[in-house]
């Protein structure tokens, strides 16, 4: 079980005086909790990996390759009902690119170890919204 900084600090006041220390602080050091697939949050974003796509997305988007770059975008799958929470999906990033001579939306999500919900979301985002996320690896 983890702890909040406030329960620790807690926690830490009531050992010190079981211990008959109540004027000395102790000297503990508070552990962030683990990420569930070990990921190493980087520069704002969720992975290295993320991180490093995003460079290279805002790379293109200086060259002119891309525009209108965007990061977690939510998008609706399916809507709140009869006391149900909403279904969404939040894109890494969006951006529009030209292909065939006009700019398109374009979809991409970051994934190192895609979990079960994945594939629905994926199908879910061309079934609804006509975008086919890509998945970069």
């Keep these: ?3 909040t900084e406030e329960q620790h600090a807690a926690w830490k006041a009531k050992e010190a005086r ?3 220390l109540a004027n ?19 520069d704002g974003y969720h ?13 293109m988007q200086e060259s002119g390759q891309i525009r209108n770059l965007r990061e977690q975008v939510k998008y609706l799958l399916i809507p709140k009902q009869d ?3 909403e279904c969404s999906y939040v894109a890494d990033f969006c951006y529009e690119e030209f292909a065939s001579g006009e700019w398109r939306e374009a979809v ?8 079960q919900k994945w594939p629905i979301k994926r199908k879910l985002m061309l079934f609804i919204h006509g975008i086919r996320v890509r998945e970069i690896k």
């Design 1 to 3: 079980m983890r702890m």
């Design 18 to 20: 079981r211990a008959g």
């Design 24 to 42: 000395v602080e102790l000297q503990t050091k508070v552990v962030p909790a683990a990420t569930k697939y070990r990921n190493v949050p980087t």
């Design 47 to 59: 992975s290295k990996r993320e991180a490093a796509r995003a460079s290279v997305l805002k790379l």
């Design 83 to 85: 006391g149900e929470r």
């Design 108 to 115: 991409e999500d970051v994934k190192g170890c895609p979990d």
